[in-house]
């Protein structure tokens, strides 16, 4: 009963790979015929500062974004957590915007902040007396693309953490209670501890998401204006769609899923400690 | 009484609090509604209305008629269709046997399975393009099927393997020392329970594979099988983007998704989770 499920699994994960590998040492471009190259492509990359640049791009699109979204997702969980009236609709009043297709958040946020008949450029008019161009700005894109993805993703974080909270045993903070401690001492010596391993998976989870984010930026800015916005998944789609270096796409998609192996074995690192503390 | 005040204070700042992030997360949906229900001239208006002066459904007439809009919704019906039938077919058989054959490798299947799962779709965009198109499956239904049935797997077997575990195994033995054979009692006794588990697990698959677009925009090129997003997208690039045609396509595009999010609110964060928090 397991074999149909994982020859499938098998031609998403594993044949994939094993084949960017292969072609990754291709110097395969549509319509031009491939020839062995050996690790030319990943030489390329080291020395490409466009590479470069759009992994920096994606680290502070990443930690920012994640970093916001946790505070925020927390500080609501928090508020929502415990007796409240409508918190039913409550919730699922903020679990829309996930589920919202990213290409259609992504229409929407540029609806909202288009020069001409945007809300956003109206808003900044009569605020500031200078109408501001979030996705034209390059100071701006990047700040506005992160904006995009906190609206999207806080309602993870908060559902998520709300669960954690829900599911925490609630004799330690009785307990704390009689002891007299103040709201503060019991959230950072009680609640943060007892809700760390669900803090570091919803951590985990998106941080991984936000690093590949695509649709939303795609939509949005589609990396620019210039190159202000191109994250490493619009760099790689550009490359390998855009100027067909498929050979070269391959190369750069292994180097990523690297890194991705490393972040996410701190994450479990982290969990493991523990899992093993407990 | 000074305790009883600052808890009314307290409770006051606390749901002021809520309130805001209501605020925030609802506004970007309302403005989207709202504008399109506004007549061109209203949507291009320098100070912006906060409640359509006339509502109007000429957007929506407009978008039907200037493009295929019915199409790129049908497209997306048969895709999620044909793939999340497959993959609660396959996937449920697979976490049935994981659920009830215990095997010492139970444990490491399902941990390959979930890794499989943490593959970002950009690492795997290139193979997968040139997979499916060395198939001739490029611009078929058949092709963007095939890859989100294995895509949902990991999720779906992880989903009903926690629910299959929630179903005590006694009821089936004892089906089974009535005579019925072990499919019999899967057929008359654990699919009826685990009916609800069925439902939100396919509910979760349908949202997930409707949002998706990174691998619908490679393998879908043509009106007669991209589905909304890709559609969604490749109207929002036009070079004069039509804003009243667009906000309407947004709308009429995460209508279906919405409603199933709100059937499903009470077993999101399970699905958020892969089951391990509910």
Not at chain 1, 75 to 81: F, K, P
Not at chain 2, 38 to 59: A, H, Q, W
Not at chain 2, 167 to 194: C, F, K, N, Q, T
Request: hydrophobic residues 55%; aromatic residues 12%; positive net charge.
């Amino acid at each position: 009963m397991l074999a149909p499920s994982l020859v499938l699994l098998l031609g998403v994960s594993v044949i994939p790979l094993l084949y960017s590998a292969r072609i990754s040492l291709l110097s395969f471009r549509f319509g031009n015929p491939y020839k062995f190259v050996g690790l030319n492509n990943y030489i390329h990359l080291f020395r490409d500062l466009g590479f470069w640049h759009s992994l920096g791009i994606t680290a502070v699109f990443t930690v920012v974004a994640v970093a916001i979204e946790f505070v925020l997702g927390l500080c609501l969980a928090l508020l929502v957590a415990g007796n409240l009236r409508f918190k039913g609709l409550i919730r699922t009043a903020f679990m829309l915007p996930m589920v919202v297709t990213p290409v259609i958040a992504g229409i929407t946020f540029r609806f909202i902040f288009t020069s001409d008949l945007g809300i956003v450029s109206y808003l900044t008019r009569i605020i500031f007396g200078k109408q501001f161009n979030f996705l034209s700005t390059p100071e701006l894109a990047l700040p506005a693309v992160i904006i995009v993805n906190v609206w999207e993703w806080t309602s993870f974080m908060f559902l998520v953490l709300l669960a954690g909270l829900h599911s925490l045993p609630t004799e330690p903070f009785e307990a704390a209670r009689v002891d007299g401690a103040s709201p503060w001492q019991i959230f950072r010596d009680i609640t943060l501890p007892l809700l760390k391993p669900v803090i570091l998976i919803a951590l985990l989870i998106r941080t991984m998401d936000a690093f590949t984010t695509f649709d939303s930026i795609f939509i949005l800015t589609a990396g620019g204006p210039g190159t202000s916005t191109e994250t490493v998944s619009l760099y790689v789609y550009n490359t390998a769609f855009q100027f067909l270096q498929l050979g070269y796409a391959a190369a750069m998609v292994l180097v990523i899923l690297v890194l991705l192996v490393l972040v996410s074995r701190l994450f479990i690192r982290l969990l493991g400690d523990e899992a093993s503390a407990a | 009484m000074i305790l009883r005040l600052r808890s009314i204070v307290l409770q006051c700042g606390r749901y002021l609090l809520i309130a805001v992030a209501l605020f925030l997360t609802l506004f970007p949906l309302y403005w989207l509604l709202i504008s399109s229900l506004k007549s061109d001239p209203e949507l291009f208006r320098s100070v912006p209305t906060l409640i359509p002066e006339r509502p109007t459904l000429g957007s929506y007439r407009e978008l039907f008629a200037i493009r295929n809009v019915g199409q790129f919704l049908l497209n997306s019906t048969i895709v999620v269709s044909l793939s999340v039938v497959a993959s609660m077919v396959i996937g449920s058989a697979a976490a049935y046997s994981l659920a009830r054959f215990r095997s010492p490798a139970n444990q490491s299947i399902l941990f390959a399975i979930l890794v499989t799962r943490m593959i970002p779709g950009i690492v795997i965009v290139v193979p997968i393009f040139l997979m499916i198109r060395a198939f001739g499956l490029l611009n078929t239904y058949a092709g963007l099927s095939l890859v989100y049935t294995a895509l949902n797997l990991p999720f779906v077997i992880w989903m009903m393997r926690s629910f299959f575990n929630e179903i005590p195994i006694e009821l089936e033995e004892a089906a089974m020392v009535d005579g019925d054979s072990r499919l019999s009692a899967l057929w008359r006794i654990v699919l009826p329970l685990a009916a609800p588990g069925l439902a939100a697990t396919a509910f979760f698959a349908v949202i997930t594979t409707y949002n998706e677009f990174v691998f619908a925009l490679i393998l879908t090129s043509t009106d007669d099988t991209m589905t909304v997003p890709v559609g969604t997208a490749t109207l929002s690039f036009k070079t004069s983007v039509d804003w009243g045609a667009m906000t309407a396509m947004a709308i009429i595009g995460m209508l279906p998704v919405m409603m199933l999010a709100v059937a499903l609110q009470r077993h999101f964060v399970r699905g958020l989770t892969l089951g391990a928090l509910k």
